[in-house]
C-alpha cells in the first residue's frame, strides 16, 4: 500500500536559517508525484511544491526547494531563510492512481511536521 | 475568483442529529474529496467523486454520506452513525497534474 512517513513531529528553527523537513514515501507505482502543503493555523491547505516520479530536476518554488532522493524514496522539503510566516503545519502527500482510480486518483497523506520559526 | 467555498467555518451537533457540510468549487474541476483530520494526524479520504453522479468510498466512509447532483457541489452528511464525529473537514477539488485545491474547512463539534 502507499505510505507516507513524516518522522519529525515538531521541528524548531531560528529565524532567517534554513530547515529541512523529512518525508519517505513507499509506493510500487513507477510514475507517481509528490507533494508539499503547508496549513497554517487557519486551516486552508496551501500547495507549495510539486515533484513528480520522472522531473530529473529537482522542484524549486522560491523559498522552497524539494531534495527528491529516488533511490532511497525520500521527498524532503527545504525552506531556505525561514520567515516568522513560515511557522505552520507542513505535511507531505503522494498521489496514488493504482488504489483510486480515475485521472486523479486521490492524495495519501503523513502526519505532518510542525514547524515553529523563532525570532 | 475561482475556488472552493465551504461552509459552515464552525458547526454543532447534538447526539443522534445529522448534519451537513457544503462544498461548493467554481473551477470547473471534475474530481471532489472529503478529508476528515485530526489532532496530529494527517488527512484521512471520506469520500470521493470523479465525476458528476458517481461517487466511491474512502478509507473511512462508514456513518458519512454524500451526492454530486451536480459538478461544482459534494455536500457530506455526517450522520448520526458516526459515533465520533469531532474533527476538521477539508474539501478539495482536482484538475489537470497537480491541480489539488482546498477548501478552509469546517470545523465540527459534538455537544
Known amino acids: 500500500a502507499q505510505k507516507i512517513t513524516q518522522t519529525q513531529p515538531g521541528m524548531f528553527v531560528q529565524e532567517k536559517e534554513a530547515v529541512t523537513l523529512d518525508c519517505t514515501y513507499d509506493?510500487?507505482?513507477?510514475?507517481?508525484?509528490l507533494f508539499w502543503y503547508k496549513q497554517p493555523s487557519s486551516g486552508e491547505m496551501i500547495f507549495l511544491i510539486y515533484q513528480g516520479s520522472y522531473d530529473e530536476q529537482n522542484a524549486t518554488e522560491g523559498r522552497y526547494s524539494l531534495n527528491f532522493q529516488k533511490a532511497r524514496k525520500s521527498a524532503n522539503l527545504v525552506i531556505s531563510a525561514s520567515q516568522l510566516g513560515d511557522s505552520a503545519m507542513y505535511f507531505c502527500a503522494m498521489r496514488d492512481l493504482m488504489n483510486y482510480g480515475g485521472s486523479q486518483g486521490n492524495l495519501i497523506f503523513g502526519k505532518g511536521t510542525k514547524l515553529s520559526v523563532k525570532p | 475568483d475561482g475556488g472552493i467555498t465551504q461552509s459552515p467555518k464552525y458547526l454543532f451537533r447534538k447526539e443522534g442529529q445529522n448534519v451537513t457540510l457544503s462544498c461548493e468549487q467554481n473551477?470547473?474541476?471534475?474530481?471532489m474529496y472529503w478529508y476528515r483530520q485530526d489532532p496530529g494526524q494527517g488527512l484521512r479520504l471520506i469520500y470521493y467523486s470523479q465525476i458528476v453522479n458517481d461517487f466511491q468510498k474512502g478509507d473511512i466512509a462508514e456513518g458519512y454520506s454524500v451526492s454530486r447532483e451536480k459538478k461544482e457541489s459534494f455536500p457530506l452528511t455526517v450522520t448520526s452513525a458516526q459515533k465520533n464525529p469531532t474533527a476538521f473537514y477539508l474539501c478539495a477539488s482536482a484538475s489537470g497534474l497537480y491541480g489539488y485545491t482546498f477548501g478552509s474547512g469546517t470545523r465540527l463539534t459534538v455537544v
Open positions: 509506493t510500487s507505482d513507477q510514475s507517481y508525484g
Open positions: 473551477l470547473n474541476h471534475d474530481a
